[in-house]
């Protein structure tokens, strides 16, 4: 079971990103979620969807950011607009499935916002 973001890159503030992730295998079964990390800090949660998708936002993405899910595709989504410089930072993907228990993360997306 393999996750592959993508969608990061260099952008400007005020703008927007979408960024997705891939499954290899099908996602049905899988609590979705975002991350990022910026070096030397934490991981953090950013939202997370459930199998039904339904969303819940961290205080820190409520405003701009939205994740969605596709099961048909395997493929999870998180749109970040209104991009700020403190955006910055690797974006990871994350599946969780309950039975049997398994954890997988994708290997990460950098988004740079600046002008």
């Known amino acids: 079971f393999q996750l592959v973001e993508s969608g990061g890159g260099l952008a400007q503030p005020g703008g927007s990103l979408k960024l997705s992730c891939v499954a290899s295998?099908?996602?049905?079964?899988?609590?979705m979620a975002w991350y990022r990390q910026v070096p030397g800090n934490e991981r953090d949660l950013l939202a997370q969807i459930s199998r039904d998708g339904a969303p819940d936002y961290m205080n820190i993405a409520k405003a701009r950011f939205t994740i969605s899910r596709d099961n048909a595709k395997n493929t999870v989504y998180l749109q970040i607009n209104n991009l700020k410089p403190e955006d910055t930072a690797t974006y990871y993907c994350?599946?969780?499935?309950?039975?049997?228990?398994?954890?997988?993360w994708g290997r990460g997306v950098q988004v740079t916002v600046s002008s």
């Open positions: 994350n599946a969780h499935r309950l039975i049997p228990a398994a954890i997988y």
């Open positions: 295998e099908s996602i049905e079964n899988h609590l």
